[in-house]
């Protein structure tokens, strides 16, 4: 088998395809989990606490000399980057436990006992005419 054959059909399983989108998906959702937490989390919070914005903190570790750039550290763009992070796994988390609750449910749901098959009727059947016929005799 050629490697470009291997390789089409490897790229073309439904797991490859369904990690891709996945991958695809996750990126616009971390996009829009970003702006979410930039546009509109950090602006109000910001101004509960005088109004700081989180990006521009930043402590200047060495002053700039002519050509050469101030050294900073910029924790505010940490923090910005951990409220992200807890914003999504949090929604991940939630996510998450919906889907078990979903089996959970699923799970607990008692299930119709089977319907007895024409053999099993008629060997039900018999036994209770034997039952009946050595009680009776």
Request: aromatic share 8%; net charge positive.
């Amino acid at each position: 088998m050629s490697v470009v054959k291997e390789f089409k059909e490897f790229a073309t399983k439904g797991n490859v395809v369904d990690l891709a989108v996945g991958i695809i998906i996750g990126g616009a959702f971390g996009k829009i989990v970003s702006s979410l937490v930039g546009d509109v989390i950090m602006p109000p919070l910001g101004l509960l606490i005088g109004g700081v914005d989180f990006r521009d903190l930043s402590a200047t570790l060495k002053s700039p000399l002519g050509a050469v750039p101030a050294v900073m550290l910029r924790y505010g763009s940490f923090i910005q980057t951990v409220f992200d992070f807890a914003i999504i796994a949090f929604a991940v988390f939630l996510l998450i436990k919906a889907i078990n609750a979903l089996k959970r449910k699923r799970e607990a749901a008692p299930a119709a006992p089977p319907k007895p098959s024409a053999e099993e009727v008629l060997l039900t059947e018999i036994r209770d005419l034997l039952k009946k016929q050595a009680g009776g005799a």
